[in-house]
Structures are given as C-alpha cells and as structure tokens.
Nanobody, 115 residues
Framework: QVQLVESGGGLVQPGGSLRLSCVRSRTIVGIYTMAWYRQAPGKQREFVAAISSGGSRNFADFVKGRFTISRDNAKNTVYLQMNSLKPEDTAVYYC?????????WGQGTQVTVSS
C-alpha cells in the first residue's frame, strides 16, 4: 500500500507561480507513472501532467509552456512547478500513482488564482 500527500497550494495572483509537492510513503520498485490531475468546482477531474519511472513527461495542452513536472527519487517526491498562472487554473490539484493494476490518489491541495 502507498500513501500520497500533496502540499504547496495556496492563493496566488494571476501571472504568479506555485510549486506543488507530492510525497510517497515508500520507494516504488518497477514500472510506474506519477501524475497530477485537477478538479474545479462543477467540473470533472482532468489530467495535468505526468512523469514515468523512466523519466518521460507528458502535459495537457492547456499547461504546456507554463507547468513543469519533476521528481526527486531520493525524497520519494514529485513536483509540479506552475508558472504564469491564470484564474482558470483554480482547482484542487491531486497527485496520482499508476502501478498498472493498482492506482493511488492523494487527498488534494487547493490552488486559487485571483487578484
């Protein structure tokens, strides 16, 4: 069993930046993908970015050029660096671990972009 804990959310003005963190309870051995999703009020959860155990990265079109995903395996942590934030980025951001047959979710961290 793996637990995920997100942090780093908060209130930021348009054009500002935040860095979200997702800490795993243990090191993962084998093939896996870590990803970020977000969910705004009244909307379905949507994919934001992902990084595989091999280091490849994928991004949703609406965040390309603004967000980056990275990891520190020694700390069992994945980061989402969010730059040039827009009001429409306001959502609860969730960390996800995909092990193929198994998946895990964190409980989310709130990001609010407002002037």
């Amino acid at each position: 069993q793996v637990q995920l804990v997100e942090s780093g959310g908060g209130l930021v003005q348009p054009g500002g930046s935040l860095r979200l963190s997702c800490v795993r309870s243990r090191t993962i051995v084998g093939i896996y993908t870590m990803a970020w999703y977000r969910q705004a009020p009244g909307k379905q959860r949507e994919f934001v970015a992902a990084i595989s155990s091999g280091g490849s990265r994928n991004f949703a079109d609406f965040v390309k050029g603004r967000f980056t995903i990275s990891r520190d395996n020694a700390k069992n942590t994945v980061y989402l660096q969010m730059n040039s934030l827009k009001p429409e980025d306001t959502a609860v951001y969730y960390c996800n671990l995909d092990l193929g047959r198994l998946g895990y979710w964190g409980q989310g961290t709130q990001v609010t972009v407002s002037s």
